[in-house]
């Protein structure tokens, strides 16, 4: 048993260092990044010969608007049936979310909201809409496309430094990388050692 808890930890160590010295290490695994702004700008895409139509959900007050807007200029073609703002700490928002949605019937639903929020509501609520074949979170990439969050400069995008970036433009944000670094490898580590 502690043979194989010092083969993970090494395991673990040895990969941190093979991302950090060799970045490229990584490439062989996961060849592109997408992030919700090339999601949305891909999915958005497949309205434009009317075949399929698209929803946008979330963000803070007038974003889902601006990003409809924004969208709609860029791709004059593009389905674009609705769009709805807020956020799901308001009461009773989840069921006007649904309601808003099922009253356009569209095939594809981008989503706002924040994650896990997102995710979460997703899940809980793809059910009760049964136009939508297509649901997908973007989080913050509502906030870019109506311009009411600065994006990263495209060098720290193309490093993978975008995170520090929002790091800074956002202090409240660092509980939550925090946790998506840390805690997250603890956790992995943690779990490994629990299966041998």
């Given at each position: 048993v502690r043979y194989y808890k010092l083969a993970i930890l090494w395991q673990a160590f040895y990969s941190l260092l093979a991302i950090i010295f060799y970045?490229?290490?990584?490439?062989?695994?996961?060849?592109?990044?997408?992030?919700?702004?090339?999601?949305?700008?891909?999915?958005?895409?497949?309205?434009?010969?009317?075949?399929?139509?698209?929803?946008?959900?979330?963000?803070?007050?007038?974003?889902?608007?601006?990003?409809?807007?924004?969208?709609?200029?860029?791709?004059?073609?593009?389905?674009?049936?609705?769009?709805?703002?807020?956020?799901?700490?308001?009461?009773?928002?989840?069921?006007?979310?649904?309601?808003?949605?099922?009253?356009v019937s569209p095939d594809i639903l981008i989503v706002g909201l924040g994650a896990p929020q997102q995710e979460e509501w997703i899940f809980s609520n793809m059910d009760k809409m049964p136009s939508v074949k297509i649901a997908v979170g973007v989080g913050g990439a509502l906030?870019?496309?109506?311009?009411?969050?600065?994006?990263?400069?495209?060098?720290?995008?193309?490093?993978?430094?975008?995170?520090?970036?929002?790091?800074?433009?956002?202090?409240k944000r660092l509980p939550r990388i925090k946790n998506a670094t840390f805690k997250f490898i603890k956790l992995v580590v943690k779990t490994k050692m629990v299966d041998w």
């Open positions: 970045p490229r290490f990584l490439k062989t695994e996961i060849p592109q990044r997408i992030t919700g702004s090339l999601l949305i700008d891909k999915m958005v895409r497949l309205t434009k010969g009317g075949d399929h139509s698209m929803y946008i959900l979330g963000g803070g007050k007038g974003v889902a608007t601006a990003v409809k807007s924004e969208l709609e200029k860029r791709y004059p073609q593009a389905l674009i049936v609705g769009s709805r703002g807020g956020r799901l700490a308001k009461e009773g928002m989840k069921e006007k979310f649904c309601e808003a949605v099922n009253k906030d870019f496309l109506a311009k009411s969050r600065k994006r990263a400069p495209k060098w720290m995008r193309e490093k993978g430094l975008e995170w520090l970036f929002r790091l800074f433009s956002e202090p």
